[in-house]
Nanobody, 122 residues
Framework: QVPLVESGGGLVQAGGSLTLSCVFSGRTFSSYFMGWFRQTPGKEREFVATISRSGNVQSIADSVKGRFTISRNNAKNTVYLQMISLKPEDTAVYYC???????????????WGQGTQVTVSS
């Protein structure tokens, strides 16, 4: 297993901002596509964003486009999810994932973090 550890979640008021981080423990971070997903109780895990190995190409879900940004620092083995203008409907557990191909579906990712809770109050 390749450990992925997320951090940065918390409680924020609507309109606020948070930046999530996910650290990859391994020597081959730059060989993985990285993604962020989120999940609320009783619902399937939802795609949020993905980024290419180099970081030059990103894909953002329509539901968060213009508010969320994904980025990575290969020298620090870290992928980020910057979230602004947060809404109560963004409340979820956020997961980072690593995979060997470009993908927006969960089954294409091989490794997952434990998740970090984001709660947006109205």
């Amino acid at each position: 297993q390749v450990p992925l550890v997320e951090s940065g979640g918390g409680l924020v008021q609507a309109g606020g901002s948070l930046t999530l981080s996910c650290v990859f423990s391994g020597r081959t971070f730059s060989s993985y596509f990285m993604g962020w997903f989120r999940q609320t109780p009783g619902k399937e895990r939802e795609f949020v964003a993905t980024i290419s190995r180099s970081g030059n190409v990103q894909s953002i879900a329509d539901s968060v486009k213009g508010r969320f940004t994904i980025s990575r620092n290969n020298a620090k083995n870290t992928v980020y999810l910057q979230m602004i203008s947060l809404k109560p409907e963004d409340t979820a557990v956020y997961y980072c994932a690593a995979g060997q191909e470009w993908a927006v579906t969960t089954e294409r990712y091989s490794y997952w973090g434990q998740g970090t809770q984001v709660t947006v109050s109205s």
